[in-house]
């Protein structure tokens, strides 16, 4: 059975949903993946899908979940990807694991579409470097547990 992951936010509306789409894309079938928020916004946002299609991921399938919905769920790692959502999260059954790494909201990015679409690609981009990080150092893990 593979380990589950779930990813943590506020609204579950941007940077979750662009950590879930990342880390499904870089963990290949390593981990079952998920994503929550806290206080739902009940929505994912345009932009965040629209930031994905550039880069071949497809999260506009994606909903907004509240984590209540995992509480029952063996989750064995939470990781938190805003402050709110870090002082808000409960333990989960199972969980091993927890780590926070909070990045701008992209939600809040004001000025032209442009702009905007900078700010979450240079957030989606930030995102994709840790979470890359993040499974080299649990396949590397891996590889010496097996040794």
């Known amino acids: 059975m593979k380990p589950t992951i779930l990813i943590l936010c506020t ?5 979750s949903h662009l950590a879930e789409g ?14 929550a928020g806290s206080k739902p916004a009940g929505y994912v946002h345009p932009l965040a899908i629209r930031v994905m299609q550039e880069i071949g991921i497809d999260i ?3 909903r907004s979940k509240s984590m209540n919905e995992f ?3 063996p989750v064995e790692t939470v990781i938190t990807v805003c402050g709110n959502a870090d002082q808000a999260c ?3 059954p199972g969980q091993v694991n ?3 790494w909070p990045f ?4 809040h990015a004001t000025g032209t579409e442009e702009e905007k679409l900078a700010v979450f690609r240079r957030v989606r981009n930030e995102i994709r470097r840790t979470f890359i990080s993040y499974v080299d150092g649990r396949r590397d893990a891996l590889k010496a547990a097996a040794k």
Not at 11 to 15: P, Y
Not at 104 to 107: C, F, G, M, N, T
């Open 71 to 73: 509480l029952t769920t």
């Open 60 to 62: 506009s399938s994606h």
């Open 90 to 92: 409960p333990v989960f």
């Open 98 to 100: 927890r780590h926070h």
């Open 22 to 35: 990342l880390l499904r894309a870089v963990a290949g079938d390593l981990f079952e993946v998920h994503s």
């Open 11 to 15: 609204g579950n509306s941007c940077r």
């Open 104 to 107: 701008d909201d992209p939600a």
